[in-house]
């Protein structure tokens, strides 16, 4: 089984910045099923909602219209991670933040295949 573990949530205000990552014990990035990475959220009563995603070739990346030039997502195989650097943060995007991976790139979650448990973010105003 391939268990994602996300890290790096917590409080933050308007306007701060922080960083997301997610690892994949005893897995590296260089499987087939992580080639394909993603972040999605979900704010309670609401659906979960796609964030940002990354292929297996770095250079393919993907973001939901409310992130987009705010968030950044990256990988880094040799250390098997895989980040989102949230910047101008809004209160609007409090949420659960899962991390996601599966064999091909996509925004919808019926895409992937293995997910974290989440890390909450919550921003104020």
């Known amino acids: 089984q391939v268990q994602l573990v996300e890290s790096g949530g917590g409080l933050a205000q308007a306007g701060d910045s922080l960083r997301l990552s997610c690892a994949a014990p005893?897995?590296?990035?260089?499987?087939?099923?992580?080639?394909?990475m993603g972040w999605f959220r979900q704010a309670p009563g609401k659906e979960r909602e796609f964030v940002a995603a990354i292929g297996w070739s770095t250079a393919f990346t993907f973001y939901g219209d409310s992130v987009k030039g705010r968030f950044t997502i990256s990988r880094d195989d040799a250390a098997g991670t895989l980040f989102l650097q949230m910047n101008d943060l809004k209160p609007e995007d409090t949420a659960v933040y899962y991390c996601?991976?599966?064999?091909?790139?996509?925004?919808?979650?019926?895409?992937?295949?293995?997910w974290g448990r989440g890390t909450q973010v919550t921003v104020s105003s």
């Open positions: 005893g897995r590296t990035f260089n499987e087939y099923i992580l080639y394909n």
């Open positions: 996601a991976s599966g064999p091909v790139r996509g925004s919808s979650e019926k895409e992937y295949s293995y």
